[in-house]
């Protein structure tokens, strides 16, 4: 039996899915309304849904966001190094947040470029210092392959609609490592992963 208190908060929480997306709210049933009500009261909270290259937030774990703009709602961070060391001249970053309502990626490149050495005493020293440059790639179109079925995704600034058949295709996907593929502006392609830690916390969030 639920006891007022947890009443209250699960019909605000399904009132807030159903504000964040009338279809997908629409959807849930009361179980699943109140599951998703305890995944958020022992989720660590975030305080911005905002992507960045440096951000600092639990990855592949359900979260709390609390964004002073957008409102509350649970989410997971994910992020994938293509080419070896995070920080290594020329390589990509795949970050991504994945809501009941939408997907949003953000790919990045980083490079960077060492100032001038200095000649002292008939030799000559590299300066340590090294500035590094992270610039941002707009991402047009998000491919995802859950099992034997692929899922295009159009979209703008980098974020994309989740309908209910994805939702509950990512819910259900295999614990393992899942494939995407990001198209963009210009026609370059990246392919990248999502950890299998983040498929995981999908059925915290679907």
């Known amino acids: 039996m639920i006891k007022l208190p947890q009443t209250i908060s699960v019909l605000f929480f399904g009132a807030s899915l159903a504000v ?5 709210g629409a959807a849930f049933t009361v179980q ?9 009261n022992d989720s660590p909270v975030v305080k911005s849904a905002g992507l960045s290259p440096d951000m600092n937030v639990p990855w592949s774990k359900a979260v709390r966001i609390v964004d002073p703009f957008e409102g509350e709602f649970l989410g997971v961070f994910d992020r994938n190094s293509l080419g070896g060391y995070l920080y290594r001249e020329g390589s990509n ?14 790919v990045t490149v980083n490079s ?3 100032s001038s050495s200095f000649y002292t005493a008939g030799h000559l020293y590299p300066r340590p210092d090294f500035l590094r440059f992270v610039t941002t790639k707009k991402v047009d179109k998000l491919l995802l392959k859950v099992r034997e079925k692929v899922f295009q995704l159009d979209g703008s600034t980098g974020s994309f609609a989740v309908s209910r058949e ?3 295709a990512l819910k259900n996907a295999p614990d393992e490592n899942l494939d995407i593929r990001l198209i963009l502006e210009g026609g370059q392609t990246i392919d ?13 969030i679907y």
Do not use: C, D, H, M
């Open 20 to 24: 964040i997306s009338p279809q997908l």
């Open 32 to 40: 699943e309304v109140v599951n998703l009500a305890q995944a958020s």
């Open 93 to 106: 970053q795949v970050i991504s947040l994945w809501t009941p309502s939408s997907i949003r990626v953000l």
């Open 112 to 114: 960077g470029q060492a």
């Open 166 to 168: 994805l939702a509950t």
């Open 192 to 204: 990248s992963k999502i950890g299998k830690g983040t498929v995981k916390a999908w059925r915290n």
